[in-house]
């Protein structure tokens, strides 16, 4: 994907983090930024998926649909 450039400000300690990281590992602070972005992003979804599945949990017609499904599973793998 095309970069795109953005302004921001962060507090001062951050950024000397950043800074002092991206010379040690020489790496450009902006790749550092994406990274972090990505894995912040990632724990983000997982939080979204771990909130559905205990919504679901609490949902007896969900828990029905489950039950279910993983019999009609457990025949395919016999079957097997």
Known sequence: MKPTNFTSSLPSDILQTLDS???KF???????MEQA?????DRLKQAEYSRSFKKAAGDSGMNTMAE?????????????
């Open 26 to 32: 020489k790496v450009p602070k902006n790749r550092i």
């Open 68 to 80: 279910e499904g993983l019999g009609d599973y457990l025949k395919i793998l016999d079957e097997l």
């Open 21 to 23: 990281y991206a010379k």
């Open 37 to 41: 972005l990505r894995a912040y992003f």
